[in-house]
């Protein structure tokens, strides 16, 4: 990676998040670089989808700061994180779509509340993000009831990039889908992110997911990050539950099948 | 930052179109309605679009160029984009495949035709839904019955436990209604039997309508509200869980451990309930007849024993448990019913109330006539 690469476009410094009593994060410190995919791993109840849910505002920390974009998140006023908030997208588990919209729509409500766009311009732009993710073209006029689960991640994604934005944030892109349908979305992550110079932020469990398209790796053990770096790295770590979680025999798996496929290491990007 | 603007050229039957500023999605709204006038004007007519003064470049404002090219392109092969930097041509390739016109909303049909085919489809369904809830009935006095049977299948904490909850625990809201439902019967009774020198009658409206109609009433209003529909919340969560079907798979029979239960309490419960509504609602009757009017309390109590026969407080009473079945066994068939997603489960607990409201309407009424020709 080249040194331009390196700018920092999260950084979350000693972060703290607890629920009552119990402390999920301690002094967490985490760096996304700009132009990247970061995966973040680690086992169930460490808190990964905690840690997105801080950085994207959901979960205030009890201590810590969380900077996006070069700016302190939680100090701002609400009308700069409003303008913060533009600038990224996030794709939730489920997909989460709005139940009362039709696909089309779901994409096209972020851009009428921020953007104030005539309604055919929206149309246009919300049928380009529904083909770029891979749907159909007859899936815009249909309701979130009548999509599979691969098809409602895909509409989740497009109504997060709805706004066109810099971060991408995917939780758990991969889970539940069937392994043709994970890999395609591993490719289209891939893909989206090249042409569109976007910073992904992604939580997964999916092993294949994070060697099909991660340039580096977070894992998330003991209330902080014990590991960060390329997955080659970070799989050389003498940590336990990381040499579980790589050397076992769905760690190794991943690892053969994507060695076989690129075959010469110098397929990375 | 500066918004997108365009200037237009038209030289040697060549259109040139010159972008400058920002094309982002922002921006984009202000000038969209003359893009496609131009789109429209354009007509065969050669487009050059330059990009060279466009600073930032989104994938909307990557679109609207594609999407111009086309509507000329396809008049004139020459039309092209120019000028674009390396990473401007890279996004319009990359948006182009994807520039497709896509439906926002399902086609409308004929609105009126909408309207018969939905009237049909509501006669269909209520026809369906009152067989499978006589369906249901019959499973659960079948259910009933294996019980009597076999009374150690009874499963008696929960049976208390829906006692509590359905029955002990709705008396003080039951008690006030009744309770201010019997003074406001007082109050406009007396204001209007004034009228005929009768206040005296007072006693009769509030024994006769809060014994007879009200106390039962009431109680079955409130414990559809808050029971039934309890029961197809509680039975409908369970099937979106699939502890349902993990239950007969168990060989567990869902009507004898969930259903019967709950209409074994509420039968139980019900008549308590309608007593203690009764009690209440000639108490706060006696109360108005005693504070805004000149009706003292033993005069009432005396005057409520010598013209009230007791069987108006029987008729009250004998509804109860008719009612509690039928709001059980409602709120337990719909929650049955719910299918999938947590939307169902609101639509089957809206249902719930609404259906057994409208039976326990309709039976009181039936009721109503049967004492009627019966004289009791």
Known sequence: MSGADEEAIIEVEGLRTQFGDVV??????????????????????????????????????????VRIFGEDFYALSVRHQLAIEQRWGVMFQGGALFSAMTVAQNVMAPMREHLKLPDALA?????????????????????????????????????????DPEIVFLDEPTAGL????????????????????????????????????????????????????????????????IKAYFAGPRGRAALSARDDGAGAPAEKV | ??????????????????????????????????????????????????????????????????????????????????????????????????????????????????MVNRLGQGIVEGYHTAIEILNFIGL??????????????????????????????????????????????????AKILRLFNAEVFTVELVGISVLREFGVLLAAILVAGRSGSAFTAAIGAMKIR?????????????????????????????????FMASILGVIGGGLVAATAMEISPAFFVGRLQETIALSNFWVGLIKAPFFAFVIAVIGCYQGMEVAGSSESLGQR?????????????????FFAMFFLEIDF
């Open chain 1, 24 to 65: 999920i994060h301690d002094n967490l410190d985490l760096r996304v670089r700009r132009n990247e995919i970061l995966g973040v791993v680690g086992g169930s109840g460490t808190g990964k989808s905690v840690l997105m849910r801080a950085i994207i505002g959901l979960k205030p920390p009890s201590a810590g700061t």
């Open chain 1, 123 to 163: 149309a246009d732009m919300a049928a380009m993000k529904i083909s770029m993710v891979g749907l159909p073209a007859d899936a815009g006029a249909k309701f979130p009831s009548e999509l599979s689960g691969g098809m409602s991640k895909r509409a989740g994604l497009a109504r997060a990039l709805a706004l």
């Open chain 1, 178 to 241: 069937d392994p043709i349908g994970a890999e395609n979305f591993d490719r289209l992550i891939v893909s989206l992110k090249r042409s569109l110079g976007l910073t992904v932020f992604m939580v997964t469990h999916d092993l294949d997911t994070l060697h099909a398209t991660c340039d580096r790796v977070a894992v998330l053990a003991e209330k902080r990050v014990i590991a960060i770096g390329p997955l080659d790295e970070v799989r050389r770590s003498d940590h336990p539950w």
């Open chain 2, 1 to 114: 930052m500066q918004p997108a603007a365009y200037t237009i050229d038209l030289s040697e039957g060549i259109l040139r179109l010159k972008a400058t500023g920002d094309w982002q999605a922002r921006h984009l709204g202000a000038i969209d309605r003359d893009l496609r006038d131009l789109e429209d004007d354009a007509i065969g007519r050669e487009l050059i679009i330059d990009i060279s003064g466009v600073g930032r470049l989104d994938t909307a404002g990557a679109m609207v160029f594609e999407r111009l090219l086309r509507a000329c392109s396809r008049r004139t092969e020459a039309s092209k984009i120019v000028g674009g930097s390396k990473e401007h041509q890279a996004l319009i390739a990359h948006v182009a495949p994807h520039v497709l016109p896509c439906d926002v909303e399902p086609a409308r049909r004929n609105a009126a035709l909408l």
């Open chain 2, 140 to 189: 659960t006095l079948a259910a009933f019955w294996r019980v009597v049977r076999e009374p150690q299948r009874l499963r008696l904490t929960s049976i208390f436990w829906h006692m509590e909850e359905a029955g002990i625990n709705a008396m003080p809201i039951i008690g006030l209604m009744s309770f201010m439902i019997g003074a406001v019967v007082a109050f406009m009774g």
């Open chain 2, 242 to 274: 699939e502890e349902i079907d993990a239950m007969r798979a168990l060989g567990l029979d869902p009507v004898e451990t969930l259903v019967l239960p709950r209409t074994i309490a509420l039968i139980l419960m019900m008549p308590v309930l309608t």
């Open chain 2, 349 to 365: 607990t809206t249902l719930s109330v609404v259906q057994s409201l409208f039976v326990v309407i309709i039976l009181d009424a």
